[in-house]
């Protein structure tokens, strides 16, 4: 009987969906394991080989813990709304709402036929109306929320309405302005639109003014990291920077917890010290700087790590953003300023923070005091200080830091170093000299303590404090774009209101015109009968952004029907923490923090039981394409052959990977392939066309991307997953080769076989195993399980190739043996284990079956293959029972035929035996 991969694959398929094999409940005796995907993008060009490698890890680790006993929760959905999904649509046509629904129906029959263990009856989909309705209500809850840094937790904001009519916020200080002072009494005079001001200072979910990348093209607010020299990354299109309302996350509050969370999770030590790096924690004091002229309360307020270099302070830099800009600028230098905040504002946030040699800047022509000792510094503006980092304004000590250093040269600013001494930039080098001198000591006190006398004298002065800082600003929660989910909340008046949970979801209503609303706002704005529900009444017309719906949808799939909460206490208690989560390392400190901070926020607020949503990350890397080339001779559609090429000038070009055998082009295909390549002319390579090569990232625009389904088809899905698996580790990147694929593939048939003989058909017996052949089993069965349990896929592959070769040869088609290696080689290979299993006989589904048992006994050595030297020199080998006496072990040998001739009728004098390594004989 052939090994039919297809109709089999197809068969247990279908099999699968009509017995709802996959189903999981939450009622279960059974230990859970929750085993989960970071959800795809439904993109319009579907899977292709590359993106398969992390659902295929995760499948067969499901499928693996099922079989060990675990109840397995293993869930698949769509991120389905953002800006990708918008863009597409427009680009076709079409509304996001129909190709989104186009693409993921495109992707569920990619997944199917990959043969992944889903509960697909557990689906969800951001774009959902009863999905993002508990996006919407869990925001509610946020919004509803403030931080309470006494209890390190988050508390209603009703909690903080109570505080501030018995005591004002004398002993919470507002994270949203920290100048905001105000008593019981004067919380009892304001007015309701007041206190709702002061509350939006304190809420978790919260309004602000900011600069934003704003894309007219686009429509959109982009994040600083899609931006790209001035243009937008996704189409080049132009951005300018804008100031406009907008909602945020203050993630800040959580950034100790967030640190001090990655201690109790089992991540990558690469993917903390992103996460650690991102947050980064610093700590150090915050000094006021008096500025000459103004009145006693106008400071600029700097934070630095080092306060023991004040005595260092040469001039003063703030962002151009900084509020003070304005007031403090001199009428002799406003031109100047104005005309520097014009560039700037050309400028993305990435690349002011590139270390770049270009110096730029500008002088305020106002002066700083030095709070310590009374120097007047110059104030200046520059780009490399920024607005959202510590508070926009350093204290600058060329001596200490080479881009202070850089600038003052630059612009010609005086130097001192720490101990005073002049410098004049030319008799001396402070980067190189001073600071290797005096950055770690104060005139021969360390630093450390330095700073302590420093922050003391400050404290005690009134003019400074100790502080701790963190590198990461408050998210940005606002998109001026459609497709998202609408903010329950209305203006009444231009105040914010939450609108009544009742009236949830608050669905965005069906447009056809995606373009930019007034003044940069939403898509939305421009439907007045959505918007303007009532005189004074409007709605937000922004949209949340992609990581709303993905920081909560893991707690969404353990009870996805529940119409009444999110989800169930019951069900979340039962699934707890993802056990085990594969993604990738691009979402390090996006997705993955802005989840930890909502888990902690719904723990804080008792509607879970868990404040880490992931106990283990596995960050799978990435399949790259193997791209080939072809040299167009310039100003022609001739095209040479990769070893010619240098004998013309050509330009290089990407051809579809699809239409090369390795390295050959299929040069008729190549005509086919596009109408500018009809009439092209080849010059060949002993009459062939060879292609250049190029290890690069997987991409459409590349043409070297793979779709799985043409490769099922061939192949089957099993060898596929295999294969995909035998690339490599799961976490290293690895270029793609579908050559190496039919060696997976000719593995299988081996397997089938064991079972199946083409002659004489099944050929299994139920004889007993040789001794042989259960060591071979019990040898992969620890291999194996080992490998699985620690994701080390690719050498668990290599075990059974191992394991079925040695079988074949010792002819063990012993049904003892090959049905615990079905079982071993279910979650790898499901369908042709699924179809062996049931041919030997078996009622019950392999996917239930025990997981093999390994047994030392089996593997154990019961004789050792000495090496028989004769004075020194190995002679021969001799196999001898490791529980032999020496005696015995010294008969054996001296009766061996092959040393008789080494010992050419010679007396042994002496017979050496190292037990279990070697045997000498002395003559």
Same mark, same amino acid.
């Given at each position: 009987m052939e090994y039919n991969f297809r109709s089999i694959e197809q068969k247990w398929q279908q099999q699968w969906d009509a017995t709802h094999a996959y189903r999981v409940s939450n009622d279960s005796d059974k230990p859970k394991c929750y085993v989960l995907d970071m959800f795809p993008y439904p993109s319009g060009a579907g899977l292709h080989v590359g993106h398969p490698l992390g659902y295929i890890s995760s499948d067969i680790y499901a499928r693996y813990k099922r079989l060990k006993g675990f109840n397995v929760l293993h869930p698949m959905g769509y991120d389905a709304f953002g800006l990708p999904a918008e863009q597409y649509a427009l680009e076709t046509g079409q509304h996001p709402a129909v190709t989104t629904e186009n693409n993921i129906n495109t992707f569920r029959t990619q997944l199917d036929n990959i043969g992944f263990c889903y509960d697909w009856e557990r689906q969800v989909k951001t774009s959902d109306p009863s999905y993002y309705k508990w996006t919407q209500w869990l925001f509610l809850q946020i919004y509803n929320s403030w931080f309470n840094r006494h209890t390190q937790k988050a508390e209603p904001i009703s909690?903080?309405?109570?505080?501030?009519?018995?005591?004002?916020?004398?002993?919470?200080?507002?994270?949203?302005?920290?100048q905001l002072r105000f008593s019981a009494v004067d919380w009892q005079a304001y007015s309701e639109d007041a206190r709702l001001q002061?509350?939006?200072?304190?809420?978790?979910?919260?309004?602000?003014?900011?600069?934003?990348?704003?894309?007219?093209?686009?429509?959109?607010?982009?994040?600083?990291?899609?931006?790209?020299?001035?243009?937008?990354?996704? $189409?080049? !299109?132009?951005?300018?920077?804008?100031?406009?309302?907008?909602?945020?996350?203050? %993630?800040? &509050? =959580?950034?100790?917890?967030?640190?001090?969370?990655?201690?109790?999770?089992?991540?990558?030590d690469a993917m903390k010290e992103m996460q650690r790096n991102w947050i980064g924690k610093s700590q150090g004091a915050e000094i006021k700087f008096p500025i000459k002229g103004a009145p006693a309360e106008t400071f600029i307020t700097v934070y630095t790590t080092r306060p023991d270099t004040i005595y260092g302070v040469d001039f003063m830099v703030l962002a151009p953003e900084h509020e003070l800009v304005s007031i403090i600028t001199t009428g002799e230098q406003q031109a100047t300023i104005s005309a520097y905040i014009d560039y700037v504002q050309?400028?993305?946030?990435?690349?002011?923070?590139?270390?770049?040699?270009?110096?730029?800047?500008?002088?305020? $022509?106002? !002066?700083?005091?030095?709070?310590?000792?009374?120097?007047?510094?110059?104030?200046? %503006?520059? &780009? =490399?200080?920024?607005?959202?980092?510590?508070?926009?304004?350093?204290?600058?000590?060329?001596?200490?830091?080479?881009?202070?250093?850089?600038?003052?040269?630059?612009?010609?600013?005086?130097?001192?170093?720490?101990?005073?001494?002049?410098?004049?930039?030319?008799?001396?080098?402070?980067?190189?000299?001073?600071?290797?001198?005096?950055?770690?000591?104060?005139?021969?006190?360390?630093?450390?303590?330095?700073?302590?006398?420093?922050?003391?004298?400050l404290e005690n002065k009134g003019i400074g404090r100790r502080q701790i800082n963190y590198k990461m600003r408050d998210a940005g929660f606002s998109r001026q774009r459609y497709w998202g989910e609408p903010f329950p909340i209305v203006y009444k008046h231009g105040v914010a209101h939450p609108i009544d949970e009742k009236e949830l979801p608050l669905e965005l209503p069906h447009i056809e015109n995606y373009k930019p609303g007034p003044e940069g706002e939403g898509p939305l704005a421009n439907i007045t009968e959505w918007v303007d529900i009532a005189p004074g009444v409007r709605r937000e017309t922004n949209t949340m952004p992609g990581y709303a719906g993905s920081s909560w949808y893991f707690l969404r799939y353990m009870d996805p029907h529940n119409s009444e909460t999110f989800a169930s206490r019951h069900a979340t208690d039962y699934w707890n923490q993802v056990d085990v989560y594969v993604g990738g390392t691009e979402h390090a400190v996006g997705h993955l923090l802005y989840s930890r901070m909502w888990t902690k926020v719904f723990c804080d607020l008792d509607l879970i039981g868990f404040d880490e949503p992931y106990k283990k990350l596995i960050n799978q890397g990435m399949i790259q394409g193997s791209s080939r080339f072809v040299y167009r001779v310039k100003g022609s559609n001739e095209y040479v052959s990769f070893g010619l090429k240098d004998q013309y000038?050509?330009?290089?070009?990407?051809?579809?990977?699809?239409?090369?055998?390795?390295?050959?082009?299929?040069?008729?295909?190549?005509?086919?392939?596009?109408?500018?390549?009809?009439?092209?002319?080849?010059?060949?390579?002993?009459?062939?066309?060879?292609?250049?090569?190029?290890?690069?990232?997987?991409?459409?625009?590349?043409?070297?991307?793979?779709?799985?389904?043409?490769?099922?088809?061939?192949?089957?899905?099993?060898?596929?997953?295999?294969?995909?698996?035998?690339?490599?580790?799961?976490?290293?990147?690895k270029p793609w080769d579908t050559k190496g694929i039919e060696g997976v593939h000719r593995f299988l048939k081996k397997l089938w076989r064991l079972f199946y003989d083409e002659q004489k058909g099944w050929i299994v017996t139920e004889e007993a195993p040789s001794a042989e052949a259960l060591k071979v089993l019990h040898k992969a069965i620890q291999k194996i399980d080992n490998d699985t349990e620690n994701f080390s896929y690719n050498t668990a592959v290599s075990q059974f190739m191992i394991c079925v070769n040695e079988l074949a040869t010792l002819k063990a088609?012993?049904?003892?043996?090959?049905?615990?290696?079905?079982?071993?080689?279910?979650?790898?290979?499901?369908?042709?284990?699924?179809?062996?299993?049931?041919?030997?006989?078996?009622t019950t589904s392999v996917l239930d079956a025990a997981y093999p048992v390994f047994d030392e006994q089996y593997t154990?050595?019961?004789?050792?293959?000495?090496?028989?030297?004769?004075?020194?020199?190995?002679?021969?080998?001799?196999?001898?029972?490791?529980?032999?006496?020496?005696a015995a072990i010294e008969a054996a040998v001296l009766a061996h035929e092959d040393l008789q001739k080494w010992l050419d009728g010679k007396t042994v004098k002496r017979v050496v035996i190292v037990k279990g390594r070697m045997i000498n004989l002395v003559i």
């Open positions: 909690t903080l309405v109570s505080i501030f009519a018995a005591e004002g916020n004398v002993r919470h200080e507002c994270p949203g302005d920290r002061v509350l939006m200072q304190y809420r978790l979910a919260f309004l602000a003014y900011a600069e934003v990348n704003w894309c007219e093209a686009l429509g959109t607010v982009l994040a600083n990291d899609e931006v790209v020299n001035g243009v937008s990354e996704r $189409g080049g !299109y132009p951005v300018v920077k804008k100031k406009m309302r907008q909602w945020f996350m203050r %993630i800040t &509050e =959580y950034a100790n917890r967030l640190l001090e969370g990655l201690e109790t999770v089992a991540y990558s050309s400028r993305s946030e990435r690349e002011r923070m590139a270390e770049v040699k270009q110096v730029t800047g500008a002088f305020t $022509g106002a !002066y700083a005091i030095n709070p310590i000792s009374g120097q007047e510094v110059p104030v200046w %503006i520059s &780009e =490399y200080v920024l607005a959202g980092y510590g508070t926009g304004a350093i204290m600058a000590v060329p001596c200490g830091d080479q881009r202070d250093f850089g600038f003052a040269k630059h612009f010609d600013i005086p130097i001192t170093n720490i101990l005073g001494a002049a410098f004049n930039g030319q008799e001396a080098n402070p980067t190189k000299d001073a600071i290797l001198e005096n950055s770690g000591s104060l005139n021969g006190t360390p630093m450390r303590d330095a700073s302590e006398i420093v922050i003391r004298e000038e050509t330009d290089r070009l990407h051809v579809d990977v699809n239409i090369v055998d390795g390295v050959v082009l299929d040069t008729a295909a190549f005509r086919k392939w596009k109408t500018d390549f009809a009439d092209a002319t080849f010059v060949l390579e002993n009459g062939q066309y060879i292609c250049g090569t190029e290890v690069e990232k997987m991409s459409k625009s590349k043409y070297n991307t793979v779709n799985p389904n043409e490769l099922v088809d061939k192949y089957g899905a099993d060898t596929f997953r295999m294969y995909e698996m035998f690339l490599g580790p799961v976490e290293q990147s088609s012993r049904r003892a043996v090959l049905e615990p290696l079905l079982v071993l080689l279910a979650p790898y290979a499901p369908h042709i284990a699924a179809e062996l299993w049931e041919a030997l006989g078996n154990k050595e019961s004789a050792f293959n000495y090496p028989v030297a004769v004075n020194g020199k190995t002679r021969t080998e001799m196999s001898l029972p490791l529980d032999a006496d020496n």
